[in-house]
């Protein structure tokens, strides 16, 4: 019998753009309605763009990846902005983990490495899942986000309007 491969989590490094921007665009193609920019525009930004987000801009941003083996088969991240009245306040996006991993440990522990990292930067975690990915909503209740809203049509895909669901972890 072979010994299944380890699942590890780690931050990604600038080696690690391509394998974002690939996993990045599979994410959108699968489901446009997720997230905030069409897989062509993400394409189109290119390996270096990506390098720059794991890079990040302000202390906090970070993306972290689940990596069965060396393939990269999970991505979360944080943002933070730069103003001094919101920077209290970390964003978790572009969550994702390949369908063959759905249903094990690998997003909870991606998602929880995201969640400890924000409690060491920011005062509240922040996010949004689109109405109707009850499969991510059911996951994020069980990791302990509250619910406190929707903003409506907040992405027009094919024409047809979605909106999201704000998230909330509060550390203080
Ligand atoms: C969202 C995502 C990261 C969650 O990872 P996962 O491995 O699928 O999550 P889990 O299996 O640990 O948890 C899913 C929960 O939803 C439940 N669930 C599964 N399908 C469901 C459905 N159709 N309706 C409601 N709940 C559902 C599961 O039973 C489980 O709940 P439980 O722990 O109470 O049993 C993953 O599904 C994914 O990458 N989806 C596509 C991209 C996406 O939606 N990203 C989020 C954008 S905000």
């Known amino acids: ?7 590890a989590i780690r931050r990604l490094v600038e080696a690690d753009a391509p394998a974002f921007l690939a996993m990045r665009v599979a994410a959108i193609v699968e489901n446009p309605q997720y997230f905030g920019s069409p897989a062509a525009e993400e394409e189109a930004a290119g390996v270096a763009e990506f390098a720059a987000r794991i890079r990040g801009k302000q202390d906090g941003d970070a993306v972290f990846g ?4 060396e393939v ?23 969550v994702h983990v390949e369908p063959g991993e759905r249903g094990g440990d ?8 995201v969640i400890d990292h924000a409690r060491c930067h920011v005062d ?3 996010g949004h899942v689109t109405v ?3 499969r991510a ?4 209740e069980r990791l302990g986000f509250d ?4 903003e409506r049509k907040i992405f027009k895909v094919g024409g047809r309007h979605y909106d999201q669901e704000i998230l909330l972890m509060d550390f203080t």
């Open 1 to 7: 019998m072979q010994t299944p491969v380890p699942l």
């Open 66 to 69: 689940a990596f069965r083996g």
């Open 72 to 94: 990269l088969v999970g991505i979360a991240a944080m943002f933070r902005p730069a103003s001094g009245t919101m920077k209290h306040r970390g964003t978790l996006w572009g």
């Open 106 to 113: 690998a997003a909870e522990r991606l998602v929880r490495a």
């Open 124 to 126: 509240v975690l922040t």
């Open 132 to 134: 109707g990915n009850a």
């Open 137 to 140: 909503r059911r996951f994020y």
């Open 147 to 150: 619910f406190s809203g929707v």
